[in-house]
């Protein structure tokens, strides 16, 4: 079997299936089993697989056609135009969280500490740290599993011991710290709608989704417990729900503090800057 035909089989497959973006992701599948850039798959058109190659691909098709994300089946994705590993214990970091890491880079303070909650795959605290090395990077998360790639994503992006990793349930590992600027992406998405949600989204962690209270839970507790965690002058960055501007708006000023909300490139609200 010829490259370019298996390029072809497998979009219409997924075509069929009803996958929006059937020849990308067959091109990426593909790429990443034969271990080439993208783009050369047209130029290798006319190359001849061998049996291991049309089994794995055949493999990995099989998986997309069950509507496993494109990432998970790749085992890593590009966030920040770094290189993550993902892999089911870990939220696939989305294009719309690098407004959350632009606002980190510029908002942190010169040689400043900062805190990740809900760090996930690290993904907003290594790509922080990538651009912004002066900054002193905690992180933490209540997963373990978790911790354990995105410790993983640190040493690959960054080299040992760039980000201080901490298990635990938001602040609870920082009992006495102050920082400049506390980042997350924490779980935002109302729980009741977890048996409406989309087939892809039912193959990453629930508890990096959804929250209690319409999806408000985890963003108030933030919220409430970062003036504790913050110093003076200090700021925090969340990443929130399309429909949770004004709640934020008014539990950030409850607080005492300043709010902004910035909309995401798909023109809907996305990042809040709560300043002290
Ligand atoms: N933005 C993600 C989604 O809608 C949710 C991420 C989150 O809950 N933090 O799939």
């Not at 700021?235 to 539990?251: A, C, M, P, Y």
Request: charged share 30%; proline share 4%; aromatic share 8%.
């Amino acid at each position: 079997m010829l490259l370019g035909d298996i390029v072809k089989d497998t979009t219409l497959l997924f075509k069929e299936k009803g996958i929006e973006t059937p020849s990308l992701d067959a091109e990426v599948l593909i790429s990443s089993v034969l271990d080439i850039d993208r783009y050369k798959l047209v130029s290798h058109r006319d190359r001849a697989l061998d049996s291991k190659e049309i089994s794995k691909i055949k493999k990995y098709t099989a998986r997309r056609l069950k509507f496993e994300p494109v990432a998970y089946i790749v085992g890593v994705k590009e966030f920040y135009s770094l290189e993550f590993i993902v892999n089911r214990d870990v939220l696939i970091p989305r294009p719309e969280t690098e407004l959350l890491v632009d606002m980190a880079v510029y908002w942190g303070e010169t040689g400043g500490m900062v805190l990740d909650l809900c760090t996930g795959s690290g993904a907003v605290a290594v790509a922080l740290k990538h651009n912004r090395q002066d900054l002193d990077v905690y992180a933490s998360d209540i997963s373990g599993k978790a911790l354990k790639t995105a410790r993983k994503n640190s040493n690959n992006i960054l080299g040992p011991k760039k980000i201080k990793f901490f298990e635990g349930d938001l602040f609870a590992p920082f009992k006495g710290l102050r920082f400049n600027m506390i980042v997350s992406n924490p779980p935002y998405i109302d729980i009741n709608l977890k048996d409406k949600m989309q087939r892809d989204l039912s193959f990453e962690p629930e508890s990096a989704l959804f929250a209690e209270n319409h999806g408000k839970k985890i963003i108030e507790d933030i919220i409430k417990n970062s003036i504790n965690y913050i110093k003076d002058n200090g700021v925090l960055l969340l990443e929130i729900g399309s429909d949770q501007q004004e709640f934020v708006r008014s539990k950030g000023k409850k607080h005492g503090f300043t709010v902004s909300v910035l909309n995401d490139y798909a023109g809907l609200p996305r990042v809040a800057v709560l300043k002290r």
